[in-house]
């Protein structure tokens, strides 16, 4: 007999992608869709997907994760970004593993992400193995910078088939998102004592391109792997030149 799961969203303005990840999840004994608030139609596509829908500020990403699961009562949960959806194969495979009923906390899975052309199959992004099917109460969050991680609790698995991914819509939206991950990431380096600068920044920045662009082998997805590899650079030299940004530029 199959073990009951919940297909679990965070949004906020996700109308672009959302009917499409919702019914990727429509598999599940629920659909909870937890949202910050969103001003576009995210709550109204939402609801027509058949998904259970509670509004909260955004707190930051541990504090909503936490949150969202109290919410579940089912023995699984199957967790997705508003621009990330299932392939019909890690679909049918999370279906059988549920079906399994294994003795382990959960399973993680591969991601499939484009950017500019194409899915990217180098330059560190694939295959990118998240644990996002897990067992209630066998996974926990925890953030550093911008981004968040959910951690098994106990024995892992793999499952074959990808969650294929669409984090940007434009050049100019991955620049501000750089934006605010740099902001968040030269907080962070703040927090633990780190020192920035323009030779540290330059230095970490040089080898941030260096992995992406070859040791990561970022040249054979063309274009989309030099852009890429351009940004990581970009990126990385803001997030260290902003440690020491604090009370440089004057009064105004």
Not at 149 to 158: M, V
Not at 221 to 242: H, M, S
Request: charged content about 25%.
């Amino acid at each position: 007999m199959r073990e009951t799961v919940t297909g679990l969203v965070l949004t906020f303005n996700g109308e672009r992608l959302l009917e499409q990840c919702l019914k990727s999840l429509d598999f599940c004994d629920e659909l909870l869709v937890v949202d910050s608030q969103s001003t576009d139609r995210t709550r109204e596509i939402a609801e027509k997907c058949g998904a259970r829908v509670v509004v909260r500020p955004w707190p930051g990403p541990v504090d909503q994760f936490n949150f969202a699961l109290k919410e579940i009562n089912t023995a699984w949960v199957v967790s997705l970004d508003q621009d990330e959806f299932l392939t019909d194969e890690l679909r049918a495979n999370i279906e059988d593993r549920l079906t399994a009923n294994e003795p382990i906390a959960g399973y993680y899975v591969p991601r499939s992400s484009f950017y500019f052309n194409r899915f990217m199959k180098h330059s560190g992004w694939y295959p990118d193995y998240l644990f996002r099917v897990f067992r209630s109460g066998k996974m926990e969050v925890t953030a550093s910078g911008a981004h968040y991680h959910f951690n098994p609790i106990g024995e892992t698995g793999k499952l074959s088939g990808d969650i294929l991914h669409y984090p940007y819509e434009s050049f100019r939206q991955h620049m501000d998102k750089i934006n605010y991950y740099a902001e968040e990431g030269a907080a962070a380096l703040r927090e633990k004592g780190r020192k920035g600068g323009p030779a540290r920044a330059l230095l970490h920045a040089v080898m941030r391109f260096v992995k992406l662009y070859l040791l990561k082998l970022g040249f054979l997805d063309g274009t989309a792997g030099l852009c890429n590899a351009l940004a990581g650079f970009y990126y990385t030299f803001q997030k260290y030149i902003r440690v020491e940004e604090r009370g440089k530029w004057g009064d105004g």
